[in-house]
């Protein structure tokens, strides 16, 4: 209970940064441009929270609903407007005017994004190095000559610094080649090229498994089954365990590494195990039973420790990512430029066909990767909204009457027109766009519950 609260607040979290950002655009660039705003809302229905400007009059708003929001303008078709405030109304403007105002809200995501890379950049981002910890006998991984302790230095010419940069990169690469050229570095420090083949790999990256369905697993530092932290009132506590304790069997099993006894917590939820502790010179057998949580739609075990990492075992397999203010803005545009790429060429596939509507996340997905994110700390979640607010500015980007981009393509039809569209025109090109954004709700609903049932 208390982890589906954490993850729904982090998530209504995440959408308040986001609605806030995106509206803020709108509303700061009809501001600025002269035109007057009436109402600014986070949310959609009944009001919850209301306060009314008094120099600009708007009236700010918090609604029910969380998942959108908008800016009103004044507006003729909306109202009728004073005749002293015509030229404040958002239909009297230049096209110019209006395109600027309306691109400002996706404009602010990608903004807000960049900034979010930045911040991270200069603060320092640690990650896991490309450490291959093995290789599965046939599989793509293995063709292409991959070797246990070999270092992946870049993908297509681009540096991996990380696990994390690897994977985006071999995505964003092989939309474009059917092959890829791998820079590896062995233990000698011999430097060798792989030549990895990309079929299908983005119907591997359905599950978010791709690294596995390529073949890799990272190599991780082994850990001892020691308890290093107990959480107060779960059931590794009430059943006596303490702090450095060591774990070495479980139901007659004996427990070679902490992962071992994680793997067997999760799948033994709320039923009794004996476990076998070493305390000090002691030995004895303790009974825990693993309460029953819910973890991506399936019940697992869970006792509230966490592992004893002793001082420096982690250095040889973590990396710090940090550049200096000015090189790190060049990153952070570098990397929101990539992911904005990937991104528009991953719903080109889908389109066509190439590429499984598996890969699209809905509401359910993104509050799970909210909560997730949230409580791997301020570093995780910072990434989590620079990944969705790019997806945010992109998806309104997108020619579909309702979205930003809707509105510049009629804008762009009034242009080459020389005069403003037909009321009904717009009418029915709003409708087909909200039937179209409705359909994709829908399918992204589907897929997520697709998901959860497995």
Do not use: C
Not at 67 to 89: F, N, T
Not at 385 to 405: E, K, M, R, Y
């Amino acid at each position: 209970m208390g982890s589906l609260l954490f993850t729904l607040l982090s998530f209504l979290l995440a959408l308040a940064i986001l609605i806030a950002v995106h509206e803020f655009g709108h509303f700061w660039v009809a501001r600025k441009l002269g035109v007057k705003v009436l109402r600014f809302s986070i949310g959609f229905g009944r009001t919850l929270w209301r306060w009314q400007g008094k120099r600009d009059e708007t009236e700010y708003v918090v609604a029910a609903i969380p998942l959108g929001g908008y800016v009103k303008m004044l507006d003729e078709r909306e109202a009728p407007v004073p005749e002293a405030e015509l030229d404040r109304a958002f239909n009297r403007q230049s096209l110019a005017v209006r395109s600027a105002i309306v691109v400002a809200g996706p404009l602010f995501n990608f903004l807000f994004a960049i900034f979010a890379f930045w911040l991270i950049f200069v603060s320092g981002d640690i990650g896991l190095k490309p450490l291959v910890g093995s290789v599965e006998a046939e599989s793509l991984a293995a063709q292409a000559g991959f070797e246990v302790n070999d270092q992946i230095l870049a993908v297509d010419g681009e540096e991996t610094l990380t696990w994390e940069s690897v994977v985006y990169a071999l995505l964003a690469q092989s939309i474009e080649h059917q092959r890829l050229a791998v820079t590896t570095e062995d233990e000698s420090g011999r430097q060798r090229v792989r030549w990895l083949e990309t079929k299908n790999l983005h119907q591997m990256a359905e599950d978010g498994q791709l690294l596995l369905r390529l073949g890799l697993a990272p190599k991780r530092p082994h850990l001892p089954a020691v308890i290093g932290a107990l959480l107060p009132g779960e059931p590794a506590e009430q059943s006596g365990l303490q702090v450095a304790d060591r774990l070495l069997s479980v139901d007659g099993e004996p427990l070679a590494s902490w992962s071992a006894w994680v793997k067997y917590v999760r799948a033994h939820p709320a039923l009794p195990m004996q476990v076998e502790v070493e305390r000090g010179d002691e030995r004895f057998f303790v009974e825990l039973t693993p309460a029953k949580i819910e973890s991506e739609g399936k019940p697992i075990g869970r006792i509230g420790a966490s592992v004893q990492v002793p001082e420096g075992l982690m250095d040889e397999f973590q990396v710090e990512v940090s550049y200096p203010p000015v090189e790190a803005l060049g990153k952070a545009l570098q990397k929101s430029w990539d992911l904005s790429s990937l991104m528009l060429k991953m719903l080109g596939k889908m389109l066509i066909g190439e590429v499984s509507v598996k890969n699209l996340s809905g509401p359910i997905s993104i509050a799970e990767s909210a909560g997730k994110s949230a409580s791997y700390g301020l570093v995780y979640f910072l990434k989590f909204l620079a990944v969705v607010s790019i997806s945010l500015g992109v998806l309104n980007l997108l020619p579909v009457p309702v979205l930003d981009g809707g509105h510049l393509l009629f804008f762009l039809l009034e242009a080459v027109k020389g005069r403003p569209l037909s009321e009904r025109f717009v009418e029915q090109g709003q409708k087909i766009g909200m039937l179209l954004l409705l359909a994709l709700m829908g399918l992204a609903f589907y897929v997520d519950i697709n998901r959860l049932l497995g």
